[in-house]
């Protein structure tokens, strides 16, 4: 008879366990004189004697039912006494089912059933581990009184319990039809062989034939305990019965589900075999058709792409559909556009990066000067790769005025990782499809810029280059920077899903670079997205090192000039800088060096015989009159012109703040294209003015008297912030007092009511235009100091600075 199926092993267990050492187990069968005092052979089990005391053998999820024979394994020291012990006596013991879960190889006394069973120990087999394998026939339901021991095993003082038989049809009947029910068991039940059926045919007894039954249900412990416990015969076959039909139930639902599957599969492989017989025949005969080929071509395509297996579902359901759609339909060049995507993507192609950190390096100085901060990152990603392979490809962010090499960066960090290289231009874009791409269901639809940039690209790992990211507008059609969250979070686009492609793509090892001129256009939970490197505006000392290194050479080749032939002096580079260009970049510097190799590719057209050199005094020949002043140097000090320091998107720049008054009423007039906030700042400055007039020499009645217009020149130029508000406040007072500002001193820093200077942002690109400009002092609020750590040292050499927290020590500085 074979033991419950569902029983798990314990420290007792329901399972015969295998000699794991692969040793043979020792058999013992007892041979002792207590064998005396067994039954003699033949007598029926309800005519054993059972002691009124037995050793209780604690059982954790296995039921024993009368007649029934199972297996169990003992690996507990005080139960394999207990079963020495046993085998000593008469070898009877009561076995005690756990009634809940626990963790204890023995379960407690107090977790224990009150109705078990007596068994006899048939046969016991003893491994070389000290375990034993017991081989238990039940005899008869017992109910356990109360336990008279503890230690070193349980006994437990226990009433033999008879069952409650009926006789009567209605008895006869539900044993029937429990035998009919488990007959339909076995024929669908994978785990129970067809001769179970015939021993159960052979159980006469009613009580007997609920006990077998139930012995070979895949029931719970719990189920199984209820109907050990029941001892009235005929609501033992009801439960039963309730228990057999849901079993039939289960199985034939199992058998459903099993009989669909191999009926898929069976399908499946038919029209398998069936297609390739048809290739075969129409091979041999010569007949494949232009649309079977193409068919037979996009298959082969989709098999060797890689795609995963959720796109190649998707691209194997579309070509399916493909196959079976007339050539002249309207879907079936969509279909074709979209299987065409699919399998031309990357989805498995990848270049092998070259983690040769020095040689990254070298490539980055080689194609740009300076920018360290930006190398340094690139090179420690590299050595990031050197040690953990599976990084995730960083988003980095370049901010930086035009023209200081952000686009062309992106270049060299490819080449340096050995990677392809991709750009998209982002700016004025305001569809979020164009990021996404459009639903299969409009007519022309594509995949967004990213999944196309991908398929140029050839590779799922390239540098992926999002240009003018602060550029982005949004309209009715969406939000393109909303799209772009999912694209440009690690945790996130290991599955982007693109609308045209409907299926997810891994843009994990795809490195994102994205450059802005500025950061306050871009949202901040885009921003948040990205590590933000900026790159400054260059000083004119570098600007020469690298038209040195970069655009002199540059622009020779592509005018076709030698080298050799061709010098152009520092003094010459030094006026184009001063005179000719006005940027933080090099853009217009390299514009003008062209113009300069222009002139020479003339003379060479007309014969004339270099060698050439190029010096300051040929310039104004070649690129005509100066098209930038040093101002602040040619100019004198004014009363009610201060000299400011702005931050714009092209570096930085020298501001004046003109200040005029006249009889009036106090009035207060702002012109110059000014925003909100530096309204504010000069609103701010007046009110300071007046609140402060004795102390700053001011007459009583000046405001009284006389209106006040504060005008900041290039009135087509926007303007805003707060870092102007120390500049209005000095060219107010100025005006006020009639004392001359020193021109040659710069100023910047917000203002509060009480005249304190608060810390403003770019200090170093203001810095640097007022080097640019011949500033010989600039004045910054005191908490500025630690931001000159980024400002070059010659710049520091040149230019005193002062640091204040009160406009009161501005005032003394500059007005004379």
Not at 643 to 654: N, P
Request: hydrophobic share 40%.
């Amino acid at each position: 008879m074979c033991p419950p199926e569902d029983e798990a092993p314990g420290s007792v267990s329901g399972q015969m366990a295998a000699d794991e050492s692969g040793e043979r187990a020792t058999v013992i069968t007892p041979t002792t004189e207590s064998q005396q005092k067994d039954a003699p052979e033949g007598t029926p089990l309800d005519k054993i004697e059972i002691a009124g005391e037995l050793p209780i053998l604690p059982l954790k999820d296995t039921v024993i039912y009368p007649h029934i024979v199972a297996p169990l394994m003992i690996t507990e020291d005080p139960l394999i006494k207990l079963i020495d012990d046993a085998l000593a006596g008469d070898r009877i013991v009561g076995v005690v089912t756990a009634s809940e879960e626990v963790e204890e190889e023995i379960p407690p006394v107090d977790k224990l059933f009150d109705v078990g069973s007596a068994v006899a120990i048939a046969r016991m087999f003893k491994l070389p581990d000290g375990k034993m394998q017991l081989l238990v026939q039940g005899i008869a339901r017992i109910r356990v009184s109360e336990y008279v021991q503890d230690e070193p095993y349980l006994k437990a003082r226990v009433e033999r319990l008879q069952d409650e038989v009926e006789d009567g049809v209605e008895v006869e009947g539900l044993a029937r039809n429990a035998l009919n029910l488990f007959r339909n068991i076995v024929s669908l039940a994978p785990y129970l062989p067809d001769e179970i059926f015939i021993a159960a045919m052979n159980v006469n007894e009613p009580n007997d034939l609920a006990d077998f039954l139930v012995a070979n249900l895949n029931l719970d412990t719990g189920q199984r305990q209820e109907l050990l416990e029941e001892l009235n015969v005929k609501e033992r076959l009801r439960k039963l019965t309730v228990f057999l039909n849901h079993e039939v139930e289960v199985l034939e639902i199992g058998s459903r589900i099993q009989d669909q599957v191999q009926s898929e599969l069976g399908k499946g492989q038919r029209e398998f075999f069936l297609r390739e017989q048809l290739k075969a025949i129409q091979k041999e005969l010569g007949e494949l058709d232009e649309k079977t080929v193409e068919i037979n071509e996009i298959r082969e395509a989709i098999e060797a792409s890689g795609m995963p297996e959720e796109a190649r579902k998707e691209a194997e359901r579309e070509l399916d559909r493909l196959a079976n759609m007339p050539a002249a339909a309207a879907e079936y060049t969509v279909a074709r556009t979209y299987l065409d995507w699919m399998t031309s993507l990357p989805w498995e192609k990848s270049t092998d990066d070259n983690l040769d950190v020095k040689r990254a390096a070298r490539i980055l100085d080689e194609d740009h000067y300076d920018l360290d901060k930006v190398k340094e990152r690139i090179v420690e990603y590299l050595a990031v790769r050197n040690i953990k392979e599976d990084t995730k490809g960083p988003i980095l962010c370049f901010v930086g005025p035009p023209g200081v090499g952000k686009t062309s960066l992106g270049h060299s960090i490819a080449r340096a990782l050995g990677r392809t290289f991709h750009r998209i231009s982002l700016g004025g874009v305001r569809d979020e499809a164009e990021i996404r791409g459009h639903r299969r269901t409009y007519v022309g639809a594509l995949p967004g810029r990213i999944i196309q940039g991908l398929r140029k690209a050839g590779t799922k790992n390239p540098v992926f280059m999002l240009d003018e990211v602060d550029k982005l507008g949004v309209d009715f059609r969406g939000d393109p920077a909303a799209a772009l969250l999912e694209v440009l979070d690690p945790e996130q686009n290991f599955s982007f899903s693109d609308h045209y492609l409907d299926v997810a793509f891994d843009l994990s090892k795809v490195m994102f670079i994205t450059t802005a001129n500025m950061l306050y256009t871009i949202p901040p939970a885009l921003l948040d997205r990205m590590e933000v490197l900026e790159l400054p505006g260059y000083t004119e000392p570098e600007k020469i090192q690298i038209a040195r290194e970069f655009l002199v050479p540059r622009q020779l080749e592509e005018h076709g000039l030698e080298k050799k032939s061709v010098t152009i002096e520092d003094s010459a580079l030094h006026g184009i800088i001063r005179n000719y260009t006005r940027e933080a970049g090099v853009r217009n510097l390299e514009r003008e060096i062209a113009g300069v190799c222009r002139k020479l590719a003339r003379k060479v057209a007309e014969g004339e015989k270099g060698p050439f050199k190029v010096t300051g005094d040929d310039l104004h020949d070649m690129l005509g009159p100066i098209k930038h002043r040093m101002e602040v140097i040619e100019q004198a000090d004014e009363v009610g012109v201060a000299t400011g320091l702005a931050w714009t998107e092209t570096g930085g720049d020298v501001l004046f703040v003109e200040a005029e008054s006249y009889p009036g009423k106090g009035n207060l007039t702002l012109t110059g294209k000014l925003g909100e906030v530096m309204q504010e700042s000069a609103r701010a400055a007046v009110t300071y003015a007046r609140a402060n007039a004795e102390n700053l020499k001011i007459a009583h009645d000046f405001f009284d008297n006389n209106d006040v217009h504060i005008h900041v020149p290039a009135g087509a130029i926007p303007k805003d912030g707060p870092s102007a508000g120390v500049t209005m406040a000095v060219a107010l007072v100025s005006a006020a007092t009639e004392r001359p500002v020193v021109k040659e001193t710069a100023m910047t820093g917000e203002i509060t009511l009480r005249g304190k200077v608060l810390p403003v942002g770019g200090i170093k690109e203001k810095v640097l235009a007022a080097h640019r400009a011949g500033v010989k002092k600039v004045i910054l609020p005191e908490e500025n100091e630690k931001d000159l750590e980024e400002v070059p040292d010659f710049v520091k050499d040149d230019v005193e600075f002062s640091f204040v927290t009160d406009v009161n020590d501005i005032m003394t500085q500059v007005l004379e």
